[in-house]
């Protein structure tokens, strides 16, 4: 199995293409040696859930209902991860992609797949390093005949330590059910642990749940490590995911609509209509995408 490595001497990204285009390892490189900013993977690991980042499209995170209906007409789709009984993050991160070009300091990749009614596109995946910050920009255009709700996002997997804090922003956040679907959508109180705003250490116990109104901006913080990565994304919304304190990961995702939109996409329900979801219509050969920034620097 071949990966690719991107080197700018600040910092080095490993890339596995054939991995649903994941990212093995992102290093910071010290006096000390690489750094790891992102939970480190190996060379020869398959599973993408057990490497650093992937891209999630054609859409993020769970639909429910065995499917969902789009313009009069139902899309069944099926359970795609093993111990998960719904289907989960579309198909692009468990796919081979394909390398169109690369560069010491940049790598871009796509993806033809049409395997998913009524998805049927051509994803562009690209990695690049440019002095402290790495660059990915994920883009899909639809090709099939029919028009298709698309949504985009990245799935980071961070080091969870005793000190790491997170700031972001939001407004609200959805409660969700046994299922891991949204059920009710709450303003955020100040004081409450999910609220990121200020900066604070993650809950001790799960969080899967998707937060709302977010400003596009994040820091995540090591002291002990001496490390902040700042988060740039243009997308309104992120996840939060972490089993809990015993657990050695945590993940942060930028992603461009709301969990389980696609089912209420035709008969507006939660308030997860087509428009406030994030979803996109794409008529053949339109095209939407989405760019993160993810730059690393000395913490405060």
């Known amino acids: 199995m071949t990966t690719i490595t991107l080197d700018n ?26 750094e790891p900013l992102m939970r480190p993977g190996n060379d020869a690991e398959r599973d993408p859930n057990r490497l650093a980042m992937y891209p999630l499209v054609p859409w993020s995170n769970r639909i429910g209902g065995g499917g969902f209906t789009w313009q009069g007409r139902h899309y069944p789709l099926a359970a795609n991860l093993a111990g998960e009984p719904l289907p989960i993050h579309g198909d692009g991160w ?22 998913q009614p009524p998805f049927d596109y051509l994803a562009e995946l690209s990695y690049r390093l440019a002095d402290d910050t790495l660059e990915v920009v994920l883009a ?11 949504g985009l996002g990245l799935h980071p997997w961070f080091p969870r330590s005793a000190d790491v804090r997170l ?6 956040v959805w409660e969700v059910d046994a299922d891991q679907l949204p059920t009710e959508w709450r303003r955020l109180e100040a004081t409450e642990s999910w609220n990121f705003s200020r ?47 015993q657990a050695d990961f945590f993940c942060f995702e930028p992603v461009s609509h709301g969990v389980d939109a696609h089912r209420f996409a035709d008969s507006p329900t939660q308030g997860l209509t087509s428009e406030g979801s994030g979803l996109v219509s794409l008529k053949e050969g339109e095209r939407c995408e989405m760019c993160c920034h993810f730059r690393c620097h000395p913490a405060d």
């Open 9 to 34: 001497g600040r910092l080095r990204l490993v890339v596995n293409p054939v991995v649903g285009g994941s990212v093995v390892r992102f290093d910071r490189l010290t006096e000390h040696g690489p």
């Open 167 to 172: 700031e972001a922003t939001a407004e609200g």
């Open 94 to 115: 468990q796919r081979e992609w394909r390398v169109e070009r690369q560069a010491q300091h940049e790598l871009r990749l796509t993806l033809r797949s049409f395997e």
């Open 199 to 245: 900066g604070k250490g993650l809950p001790s116990g799960k969080i899967d749940n998707l937060f709302t109104g977010w400003n596009s901006r994040a820091e995540l913080r090591w002291p002990e490590r001496g490390v902040t990565l700042e988060v740039r994304a243009d997308t309104s919304r992120y996840l939060v995911f972490s089993p809990g304190k």
């Open 140 to 150: 899909v255009t639809h090709r099939g005949e029919t028009p298709a709700p698309y």
